[in-house]
């Protein structure tokens, strides 16, 4: 008679796996003993925690603007002339700061008011949120990063929270089959269901980018996972996600690492989907022709009358074998949804005419020109090789390949935000809202708390509505290539960075 299985006995391969995590745990407990730094998980539970002990909601004027910062997010209020600003992150080299601030930016007066609500979200950047009607006005807020101070950790979210905007009241949903921890993913709301879509995931030994698309309901609040037809977006996160009415939506580049034993593979993603339902069936489609002038760089987006407006981010250009350089825009853009084709947006007030006779009577939308290649087309790899390890910097030799119309011959006028990536942006009234963000000067980052608006309809000039204040010292060493603050960010937003 043979021997019985033990059901119970652990394969080698587990013994050896949760050993290795063990040694690990132990590893980066030490380290934070020397940093005096607590483990972030128990941090994220006791600041929760301080946050249900709130009896009632607080609410008070700033007496200036917020503070700088950046993959915050920036929501127009769904029943009154006013943004939400909720989150964000702060670095100066040294320290990062992350913030669960819940501020309301009155346009018509300037003021900034911070509403402290019992059972807050604990901190986080490069989340995502949509604001709604219903219940008399609600925000809803997924996922997103907490970066502990000395950037040694860094925990992603997968959690949802709900804010009545009239009760001033946040309530933790919890429902099970969601998303898996994430952040630099993208959310969008087509008729009563959040839709999300990519983002990635490091837990500082492995670093994960999602293709996966859930959907939830406002209604049954229930999550459920779709699995449309056809071939849709490969993984990536800080992309372009935007809705087209409540059937259909778009979702148009990002950015992905591969890690490959030693070497690691980055990827501007230069392609264009879109998702469509017909019944109860889901279906991605590729676009054709369509890749966005702005691939290789990630932006912050809006929706406003079927279009989509992007500004700033970074691309990057390889300059050898050794160097790669990010060249920062600033550099407004347009999608329109139901052609899916971008246009360069260019405002009266940034040319000035040589004589009365060639004055342009208006502000232009040029589509930007595509080069004559298939989807399909194939990214380039450049290989860049040091002593320690060999890096494989990708990304479609497209890009470079993308260019505008000529400008007219006239002395251009420069005015409104300057270049950068992360910024906050957002469209209420017909007006567009630019906050933050950071900017790339001299191998160093500096985060931004300035501000300016756009009216849609006249398209004239920026308004400058919060001046930046002067830059503070870089208290870091310069910043390394392809480095991270754990959320690869908006390149998503930076040179290889996943927030978004």
Known sequence: MGKKKNKNKVSGAVKTAAKTDKKLANKLKKELANLGEED?????????????????????????????????????????????????????????????????????????????????????????????????????????????????????????????????????????????????????????????????????????????????????????KLSPSGRGPCARSACVMLPIGNDSLIVDGGFSRIREGRTERTQNHMDMFKLSRKGDAWSWRALAGSKSSLAGRAAAVNVHSNRGYVFGGICDFIENEEELTGVMSDELSMLDLDKCRWHAVTLRTE?????????????????????????????????????????????????AAVQQPAAPAAQPMRGGPGARMSAMLAVQRSVLYVYGGVLEKDDKQFYLGDMYSLDLHKLNEWRTLIEQPPLPDWLGSDIEEYSTSGSESETDDSEGSDEG
């Open 40 to 224: 972030i998980a128990k941090v994220i539970a006791e600041i929760e925690r301080e946050e249900a002990k709130r009896a009632a909601a607080s609410d008070k004027t700033l007496p200036g603007p917020p503070s700088s910062r950046a993959y915050a997010s920036l929501t127009p209020h769904p029943t009154s002339n006013e943004l939400i600003m909720f989150g964000g992150e702060f670095h100066n080299g040294q320290k990062t700061e992350v913030y669960n601030e819940l501020l309301f930016y009155n346009p018509a007066n300037g003021s900034w008011r911070l509403v402290k609500a019992p059972g807050a979200p604990p901190p986080r950047s490069a989340h995502q949120t949509i604001a709604t009607s219903a219940n008399k006005g609600e925000l809803w807020v997924f996922g997103g990063e907490f970066t502990s101070p000395t950037e040694t950790q860094f925990y992603h979210y997968k959690d949802l929270w709900c804010f009545s905007l009239t009760e001033k009241k946040w309530e933790k949903v919890v429902a099970p089959n969601g998303p898996s921890p994430r952040s630099g993913h993208r959310m969008v709301l087509l008729g009563r269901k959040l839709f999300v879509f990519g983002g990635y995931c490091d837990d500082g030994r492995e670093c994960r980018y999602f293709d996966d698309l859930y959907t939830f309901c406002l209604d049954t609040r229930q999550w459920e």
């Open 351 to 399: 040319t000035a005419p040589a004589s009365l006779d060639n004055a342009q009577p208006a502000a232009q939308e040029t589509e930007i020109s595509e080069p004559e290649e298939s989807a399909q087309t194939k990214e380039a790899v450049t290989v860049v090789t040091d002593e320690v390890f060999t890096m494989k910097l990708g990304g479609a030799v497209a890009a």
